[in-house]
Every structure is written in C-alpha cells, then in structure tokens.
Nanobody, 117 residues
C-alpha cells in the first residue's frame, strides 16, 4: 500500500508565498514522474506542474515564473514553491506520483490553498 501525505497548504494574502510538500511512503520503490494538480470550486482538476525522475519540469502557463516544482528522490518527496500568489490560485492541491515498477499513479488526498485578495 502506498501513502501520500501532503502538507503546507493554508490561508495567505495575495502576493504571498506557500510551499507544499508531498511525501510518498509504503510499498513504492521507484518513482517516475511526480506532479501537482489543483481544483478550484466548480472547476475541473487541472495540471499545475510536473517533474520527471531526471528533473525535467513542466508548468501550466498560469503559474510559469511564479511556481517552482522540485523533488528529493531519497525522501520520495515532491515540493511546490508558490510565490506571488493570486486569488485565482485558490483551490485544493493534489500531488500525484507515478510508480515506475507498476506503471500506475497514486494520488494524495489534497491540501487546501486559499489566497485572499
């Protein structure tokens, strides 16, 4: 069984920063890509950022230049540094990891990010 524990969400004023973390544990040995998605109220879940095992990153256009994704392979942890936050960044943020051995994705339960304007 695989567990993903997210942390770092909260309430912040516009222009502020937050750092999200997501640690994988349990029966997962090798991880390919890791990423973050978010879902705002009444909207579909959307991709925020991804990072491959080799460190290649991709970002949604809406967060480029403001968010940075990184990972610590030894800790099986992915991070999302969010700067210059805007009210439209409000939502539940979910991490996802791709199990390299079984070619399946695991999702976290989500952490709430609220940006007040």
């Amino acid at each position: 069984q695989v567990q993903l524990v997210e942390s770092g969400g909260g309430l912040v004023q516009a222009g502020g920063s937050l750092r999200l973390s997501c640690a994988a544990s349990g029966s997962i040995v090798s991880i390919n890509a890791m990423g973050w998605y978010r879902q705002a109220p009444g909207k579909k879940r959307e991709l925020v950022a991804t990072i491959t095992s080799g460190g290649t990153t991709t970002y949604a256009d809406s967060v480029k230049g403001r968010f940075t994704i990184s990972r610590d392979n030894a800790k099986k942890t992915v991070y999302l540094q969010m700067n210059s936050l805007k009210s439209e960044d409000t939502g539940v943020y979910y991490c996802v990891v791709e199990d390299a051995d079984y070619a399946r994705d695991y999702w976290g339960k989500g952490t709430q990010v609220t940006v007040s304007s």
